[in-house]
């Protein structure tokens, strides 16, 4: 190597250690307002998997509305749910093999169960504080990198602190309140639960004591005359719970009063929040079984007593810490700092048009926030609002939604380097696994296991609608447990787990023993699903009288077929490293070769249904037809540039609005398509500030996303989204700045992850490649795609031209670094 290589090298190495780490910056990792949350949108939100809270901020009425991951309504799904449906399935084929499309709706219709359950409120703390005097110097926050929300202010020339953190080791909320002069605190405090239940104070704390919902409809059925039914005369539905609050107090006076406990004249006041249910499983039955509530809410809050507010903080932010230090993300360096500005305000200028590249940066990694935040509870993976809720009736029951959006909550987790976080998940598909087994014998006689679109902690998997209220075009799909096994195999492709695959296969194949049975010829033989959908959409078809009409339910979506598709190579690919099931494999090979294949309309988009129809809506939300560009990697500009180019016209033709998760997946699915700018154009509408009554889809005064209402997938998507445009690996290598939007001339990245358990580093100005840090945990085989040629220190390679970029293979070593660097200038020889 000659003396200028070695310089280039030098330099190139240094700019990489200097900007591709940056310290973690608590001011750019922070979200703070001048005034006190009046919407639930703009309270902040605080948790440790299991325990939540939203905190308002306010000065003299406090609120924290409370929640605890597994507080549902209902109990154990049934059995025997819908045992006509089978005489209906086949009825409903053959009209839909017909093309009578209104009759195969009527016969779909009649192969529903029930609705799922409901994710439910624990209750509310209320901390009524006496201040003779008025509030100045108001300050509220929420410190992202350590999980604490901060609340202060003056009056009369006291500062009064609050710090508001939820801990995972500790498993209670704390609440600490302080002055800056001694004896200033004089609160008074009370709980408040929309379940029934009773409240006491008992030896110095506040308990409340109560049962959840036997049965709560869904926030869209109004047919019911008891929406929310609380008695089961089977005594087994409606899960015990228990909330409890103990203050611990330095100096002053403790007074108890029924349900109420004053405080005065007290210098410190920490405040411990413990509660529990007796959920103990999909399958145990929480109202006269199942884990004792008391004593777990009762243990947790005498073991946090013990410890004492200095060791739980410290134990919270080095455990909070830990997982979020992982991945560093800095865009546009020297742009003007805007965080002095209260996160409104910026999110306000910001969609006026402001260049706010610090705060994209910090959406980014609130979306690892709220990850970590709401999924660390075994067999409770993040619902549609995480694990944020104050409606005994949520939206959409804030259940899991499985024909996009449960999945949308775990994209990032791989991406951003936090898969263990995948645990909770992969509990509840293995609880579908069984549930989903009775399913598909009794409404299908298939084998394997089915799940629909709706899912709940009980793991439900029938096709909900109440027994032919619901519409088909949501409440009939089937094919969710294809999708969701999807999230088994992509840990293994991340993590190289080989016992963890080996635990899970059955999952995974016996998804794929539904979809087979589920297959069935066309008129020509090809295999489609029937009956089928494209979630949430309805077509226009005219009927055998030559009336024009709408659908929704037809045969061989592309969405079914691409999720099959998907499905087959995946379970192949998994059998295949596991060394088992070879006729399976062979099956699901001449299944794949018979599947309709993908076709492109006359508008060039790729179709979305069996035939070239129109839709009665073309700007839908879902664009489930590419789900073989994203979450898939069947359709790629590399690979399939005409099918990638079909896609792009799809997206062109959907529009670039929509709500907050739908705005989420376009960013993934421009990514995908290398194209970085557009991809950025989506992401900037992501972040629109929505307030309470805007119909538009953004994110709120909170960050929270807009469907709108709120659902927290969106925030989940649009980090995964932005990591894709930073890498990509589901094409078999690390693909670096694969869709750099021109936006974010300069920056850097650290700790996010490919495929292959390799932890990527990247730094680049003016839009190329500056250097890059690969870290193989696992070791292996490496490659590598850029935009520009590079070079591997160690290696004696360099990129060569390929499809769309350069590529370098390289072998690595387990916990080795590689540096990667531009190939020096022809001249250096």
């Not at 639930?40 to 939100?45: G, I």
Request: charged residues 20%; contains cysteine; aromatic residues 8%.
């Amino acid at each position: 190597m000659t003396f200028l290589q070695i310089l280039f090298l030098a330099l190139t190495l240094a700019t990489l250690r200097a900007t591709a780490a940056p310290t973690p910056d608590n001011g750019a990792l922070t979200l703070h307002y001048d005034k006190p949350a009046d919407a639930w949108t703009e309270a902040l939100p605080v948790g440790n998997g299991r325990l939540g809270a939203m905190v308002f901020g306010r000065p003299g009425d406090e609120l924290l509305q409370l929640n605890e991951a597994t507080l549902w309504s209902g109990g154990p799904v049934g059995r025997e749910l819908n045992p006509g449906a089978f005489d209906a399935l086949g009825k409903a084929r053959a009209a839909l093999a017909r093309g009578d499309y209104q009759a195969g709706t009527d016969w779909v219709r009649k192969m529903q169960g029930p609705y799922t359950e409901s994710y439910q409120p624990l209750g509310d703390l209320l901390i009524h504080q006496d201040l003779a005097g008025a509030v100045r110097d108001y300050r509220r926050s929420l410190d992202i990198r350590d999980g604490i929300a901060s609340t202060s202010y003056t009056v009369n020339g006291v500062r009064y602190t609050r710090e508001v953190f939820a801990s995972a080791p500790g498993q209670v909320i704390v609440v600490r309140l302080s002055a800056d002069r001694p004896r200033q605190l004089n609160l008074d405090l009370e709980t408040r639960t929309q379940m029934r239940a009773t409240s006491r104070v008992d030896g110095g704390a506040i308990v409340v004591a109560g049962r959840a919902p036997a049965h709560v409809d869904p926030s869209y059925v109004k047919t019911h005359a008891e929406p929310v039914i609380w008695d089961d005369p089977a005594g087994c539905r409606g899960m015990r719970f228990e909330l409890a609050v103990r203050p611990v107090v330095r100096d002053g006076k403790v007074t108890a009063s029924g349900s109420r406990i004053g405080i005065r004249d007290a210098s410190e006041v920490v405040l411990l929040v413990s509660a529990a249910t007796s959920f103990a499983g999909f399958d145990r039955c929480p109202a006269s079984a199942g884990r004792d509530q008391h004593a777990l809410a009762q243990g947790h809050l005498r073991r946090a007593q013990g410890q004492g507010y200095t060791a739980l903080r410290a134990a919270h932010v080095a455990d909070f810490r830990a997982l979020f230090d992982r991945v560093a993300l800095t865009l546009n360096r020297g742009e003007a700092d805007r965080s002095a500005l209260p996160t409104d305000r910026r999110l306000a200028e910001f969609t006026a048009g402001q260049p706010d590249a610090a705060l994209e940066a910090l959406y980014v990694q609130f979306g690892r926030y709220l990850l970590i935040s709401s999924s660390r509870t075994r067999g409770a993976p993040a619902n549609l609002q995480g694990i944020w809720n104050q409606l005994v009736r949520p939206p959409w029951s804030s259940n899991y939604t499985t024909n996009i959006n449960l999945q949308m909550n775990y994209w990032p987790v791989e991406s951003a380097n936090l898969s263990e976080l995948q645990a909770p998940l992969d509990d509840l598909l293995r609880a579908l696994a069984v549930t989903g087994r009775d399913t598909a014998a009794t409404y299908y006689h298939a084998p394997g296991w089915a799940a629909h679109h709706n899912a709940d902690i009980w793991a439900s998997s029938n096709p909900v609608g109440d027994f032919g209220d619901g519409d088909p075009k949501w409440a009939n799909w089937a094919m969710g447990s294809a999708w969701l096994s999807r999230h088994i195999w992509e840990h293994y492709q991340y993590t190289g787990d080989l016992a963890y695959l080996r635990d899970a296969y059955p999952v995974l194949r016996d998804a794929a023993r539904f979809t087979l049975a589920w297959l069935v010829p066309d008129a020509q033989g090809r295999l489609v699903t029937s009956p089928s959908t494209s979630p949430e959409n309805d077509f226009y078809y005219t009927d055998a009288a030559g009336v024009q009409r709408q659908a929704a339910v037809t045969v061989g979506s592309t969405m079914d077929l691409g999720i099959a598709r998907d499905l087959f190579e995946n379970v192949a690919a998994a059998s295949t490293v596991l060394g088992v099931d070879a006729g399976l494999r062979n099956e699901m090979a001449a299944a794949t070769a018979r599947l309709l294949p993908f076709q492109v309309g006359g508008k060039g988009q790729l179709q979305e249904w069996y035939r070239d129809v129109e839709e009665v809506d073309p700007h839908h939300r879902h664009v489930s037809q590419l789900y073989a560009l994203h979450p898939a990697r069947i359709i790629s500009p590399l690979t399939t540039p005409a099918l990638a180019a079909a896609a792009r016209r799809t997206l062109e033709l959907r529009g670039d609005d929509g709500t907050g998760w739908s705005l989420a997946w376009k960013v993934n699915f421009w990514a995908r398509l290398l194209d970085g700018n557009h991809a950025y154009t989506l992401f900037r509408n992501l972040l629109r500030l929505t307030r309470p009554g805007d119909k538009h889809g953004g994110a709120y005064a909170n960050l929270f996303d807009a469907h709108p209402p709120f659902q927290i997938d969106g925030n989940f998507a649009g980090t995964a989204g932005v990591i894709e445009m930073l890498l990509q690996s589901q094409n078999g290598e690390l693909h670096l700045l694969p869709a750099l939007p021109d936006a974010w001339r300069a920056g850097s990245v650290k700790g996010i992850v490919g495929r292959g358990n390799f932890v990527v580093d990247v730094d680049w100005d003016a839009g190329r490649l500056q250097a890059a840090r690969i870290t193989a945990r696992r070791g292996g085989r490496c490659v590598l795609r850029t935009a520009a040629p590079v070079t591997v220190q160690g290696v004696a390679a360099r990129s060569m031209p390929g499809t769309l970029g350069y590529t370098l293979a390289f072998d690595t070593e387990p916990g080795q670094h590689y540096e990667v660097i531009p190939a020096p200038p022809a001249g250096l020889h």
